[in-house]
């Protein structure tokens, strides 16, 4: 595998197979089957574990089974993509919301987390996906539903989200798209810029690609409890300000990792929003962050905590290397309840490919 991107032809090919990862949420969420069918190649395979088999008929199967349900959001992020020649691989982090009943058929509102393994190819100039993995991490069920109030006043009103043409983000976008047609800003020719980009502005490019895949293997690092991961992406004096540990950052990685294996049947960190500044060999940036994270031990004693919060960062090039400098965790917002994760029944039950500490987990084997 290529891994560490260095191009900018290679920060074009990540660019086009997150966005079609992105198109797969929208496909998905818009029950548009159509738009679903297109993320993959004609002999793509998914497994799905409830459903194995060719891409085109699960595009079709799902769909189906989405238009009339409560809409979904499906929030992909972290798309830590590897590329190799006309090949790719990426893993990325998914916190789906869904309504469904429970067993005794009472509606719950859910909180799915897990892990997208996906196969790329490109053909015809085309990147698609051949082949998906899905992974399930942790959960959370809280009873009830959730309904759009009704019509507001205009100075208040705000459009929600449907299935199909229904969905008001689909005028918005074709409303968009238009008005960027109609003032020309749709239409430029890239070969006439090429030649006015300095190279300052490709290095700050490829080091922000650099920068970002940093932040993901520090999200599979922490889950995974990868001590030999976290250490490889912090300065030998660096510093992690984190709450559950104050100090060197080659030191963060093995408490850290001691804490989670000790402490946690599963966290999920999931990242988002994610704004770099580089300056040479030097960058900060700022990343939001959700975790899930599930306690072990007694199911009586179980809790399960979210926290939404922010990572501001410094990062310095060495030798030609980015690394961590500095992390520092600020905490925006968190609720603890009682465990409510369910792996093994259910809607769960058929999902029996699940994330895990260590190197049992799927994406070693996948990865390498």
């Known amino acids: 595998m290529t891994g560490t991107p260095t191009t900018i032809a290679q920060i074009a090919d990540i660019q086009?197979?997150?966005?079609?990862?992105?198109?797969h949420s929208r496909g998905v969420d818009r029950a548009d089957a159509a738009l679903l069918?297109?993320?993959?190649?004609?002999?793509?395979?998914?497994?799905?574990?409830?459903?194995?088999?060719?891409?085109?008929?699960?595009?079709?199967?799902?769909?189906?089974?989405?238009?009339?349900q409560p809409v979904t959001l499906h929030r992909t992020a972290q798309m830590w993509i590897r590329l190799d020649g006309?090949?790719?691989?990426?893993?990325?982090?998914?916190?789906?919301?869904?309504?469904?009943?429970d067993s005794d058929g009472a509606m719950m509102q859910r909180l799915v987390c897990g892990r997208?393994?996906?196969r790329h190819e490109r053909r015809d100039a085309q990147w698609r996906l051949s082949h998906r993995t899905y992974v399930l991490d942790t959960n959370a069920n809280w009873p009830g539903s959730w309904e759009a109030s009704g019509l507001s006043p205009l100075s208040a009103h705000v459009p929600t989200g449907g299935q199909g043409s229904a969905d008001t983000?689909?005028?918005?976008?074709?409303l968009a798209a238009a008005r960027n047609r109609q003032d020309g800003s749709g239409n430029h020719d890239m070969n006439t810029q090429t030649d006015t980009v300095s190279t300052q502005v490709i290095d700050e490019v490829i080091s922000r690609q650099q920068i970002a895949d940093l932040t993901m293997?520090?999200?599979?690092?922490?889950?995974?409890?990868d001590v030999e991961l976290l250490k490889s992406i912090f300065h030998d004096d660096s510093t992690v300000v984190s709450g559950a540990f104050n100090?060197?950052?080659?030191?963060?990685?093995?408490?850290?990792?001691?804490?989670?294996?000790?402490v946690f049947e599963q966290t999920f960190h999931s990242i988002a929003n994610q704004w770099i500044d580089v300056a040479g060999d030097s960058a900060v940036a700022e990343t939001y962050v959700i975790a899930v994270a599930s306690t072990s031990g007694a199911d009586a004693d179980k809790?399960?905590?979210?926290?939404g919060g922010r990572y501001i960062d410094r990062f310095t090039r060495r030798e030609g290397i980015w690394k961590f400098a500095e992390r520092s965790f600020v905490c925006d917002w968190t609720r603890t309840d009682k465990s409510t994760r369910q792996m093994d029944s259910g809607m769960y039950a058929p999902l029996d490919l699940q994330g895990s500490q260590g190197r049992t987990d799927p994406i070693y084997r996948f990865w390498n």
């Open 16 to 23: 086009a197979i997150a966005q079609r990862l992105a198109q």
């Open 37 to 68: 069918a297109d993320c993959y190649h004609p002999d793509a395979t998914v497994d799905y574990r409830f459903y194995a088999g060719p891409a085109q008929a699960f595009a079709t199967i799902l769909t189906d089974a989405q238009r009339g």
């Open 86 to 101: 006309d090949t790719a691989r990426s893993e990325s982090y998914i916190m789906a919301y869904v309504q469904a009943p």
């Open 116 to 118: 997208y393994l996906d």
């Open 169 to 174: 983000g689909i005028a918005l976008l074709a």
């Open 217 to 225: 293997a520090y999200c599979r690092g922490v889950d995974r409890a």
């Open 247 to 262: 100090g060197n950052g080659q030191e963060f990685a093995g408490e850290i990792c001691r804490i989670v294996a000790t």
């Open 303 to 307: 809790t399960e905590t979210l926290t």
